[in-house]
């Protein structure tokens, strides 16, 4: 199969609303008409109902209930609700696939979103909202894989398991491609910024990359702290293995490392939406 025969199966690609895609391809722009966004949004029963639930749960804390997305602008401010309307339109792109836990994958993806807007936060050049939705995004190829072809998508990790090979061998393997690669695609196909599908396709191994992203080495830095806190390490550990290449290729902060522990306790706010 080659990736541009996987976009051709519209049917089975993940449906982010058109408000979504808009406000994606202007986060970088001064200029953007966020009045209208959020006008589309709340036009848009489904998305607004999810976020105003999220608004008005016990993570926010607001003093009164929101029963409104303008409402809610005025309370949480235009910047903050952007983070919530992109992983609610990404996160319910889709609503089953076969062999991936859909709940625990968005949960996982929010908290590298989180994660990767708090490392933008330290002193790099990456605007936080570009950061936030390239972790949210960063593995939606392996979505793709599954969509396309569950059962050789879940043969994968068995032939990781029998031949020792790493999952982008795997992956090749079974599809003629990389997870990144297709993800990269489906990012350039909905016209994303390009830079978010050079996050996506370069995260794993953003050093090596002929052009490195320091947007992919954000998403990078926040993969391993996520990790990191699935596997309970503590904040000396995560310091004591922490990439300082990365970490410049990134643009933070050089005392970063040094306040970890804060990472590690994170909470993306965000799981309801999973």
Same mark, same amino acid.
């Given at each position: 199969?080659?990736?541009?025969?996987?976009?051709?199966?519209?049917?089975?690609?993940?449906?982010?609303?058109?408000?979504?895609? *808009?406000? /994606? &391809?202007? =986060?970088?722009?001064?200029?953007?008409?966020?009045?209208?966004? #959020?006008? +589309?949004?709340?036009?848009?029963?489904?998305?607004?109902?999810?976020?105003?639930?999220?608004?008005?749960?016990?993570?926010?804390?607001?003093?009164?209930?929101?029963?409104?997305?303008?409402?809610?602008?005025?309370?949480?401010?235009?910047?903050?609700?952007?983070?919530?309307?992109?992983?609610?339109?990404?996160?319910?792109?889709?609503?089953?696939?076969?062999?991936?836990?859909?709940?625990?994958?968005?949960?996982?993806?929010?908290?590298?979103?989180?994660?990767?807007?708090?490392?933008?936060?330290?002193?790099?050049?990456?605007?936080?909202?570009?950061?936030?939705?390239?972790?949210?995004?960063?593995?939606?190829?392996?979505?793709?894989?599954?969509?396309?072809?569950?059962?050789?998508? *879940?043969? /994968? &990790?068995? =032939?990781?398991?029998?031949?020792?090979?790493?999952?982008?061998? #795997?992956? +090749?393997?079974?599809?003629?491609?990389?997870?990144?690669?297709?993800?990269?695609?489906?990012?350039?196909?909905?016209?994303?910024?390009?830079?978010?599908?050079?996050?996506?396709?370069?995260?794993?191994?953003?050093?090596?990359?002929?052009?490195?992203?320091?947007?992919?080495?954000?998403?990078?830095?926040?993969?391993?702290?996520?990790?990191?806190?699935?596997?309970?390490?503590?904040?000396?550990?995560?310091?004591?293995?922490?990439?300082?290449?990365?970490?410049?290729?990134?643009?933070?902060?050089?005392?970063?490392?040094?306040?970890?522990?804060?990472?590690?306790?994170?909470?993306?706010?965000?799981?309801?939406?999973?």
């Amino acid at each position: 199969m080659e990736i541009r025969e996987l976009l051709k199966q519209t049917d089975r690609l993940p449906n982010v609303p058109d408000v979504v895609r *808009q406000l /994606i &391809q202007q =986060l970088n722009n001064p200029a953007a008409d966020y009045g209208e966004i #959020a006008k +589309k949004v709340s036009n848009d029963q489904t998305l607004s109902l999810k976020i105003l639930r999220l608004v008005n749960s016990a993570h926010f804390g607001l003093s009164r209930k929101v029963s409104s997305i303008e409402q809610a602008v005025v309370m949480l401010g235009m910047v903050r609700l952007k983070t919530l309307v992109i992983a609610s339109g990404i996160a319910g792109s889709v609503q089953e696939v076969k062999g991936i836990d859909l709940k625990k994958f968005w949960s996982d993806a929010f908290q590298v979103a989180a994660l990767s807007k708090w490392f933008a936060e330290q002193g790099s050049q990456i605007n936080p909202d570009v950061a936030f939705t390239a972790g949210l995004i960063h593995n939606i190829g392996q979505l793709l894989l599954h969509l396309a072809d569950p059962i050789k998508a *879940q043969a /994968i &990790q068995a =032939l990781i398991e029998e031949s020792n090979c790493s999952p982008d061998e #795997a992956e +090749k393997e079974c599809f003629g491609f990389t997870s990144q690669e297709a993800g990269q695609a489906l990012l350039d196909m909905w016209k994303f910024p390009k830079e978010l599908g050079e996050a996506v396709l370069q995260y794993k191994h953003p050093a090596s990359a002929d052009n490195p992203s320091p947007l992919a080495a954000i998403v990078n830095l926040a993969t391993l702290v996520h990790l990191a806190t699935h596997k309970g390490e503590s904040a000396e550990i995560l310091q004591a293995k922490f990439p300082e290449d990365i970490a410049v290729l990134a643009g933070i902060s050089s005392n970063t490392c040094d306040v970890l522990e804060e990472a590690l306790i994170l909470d993306s706010g965000l799981s309801s939406l999973a």
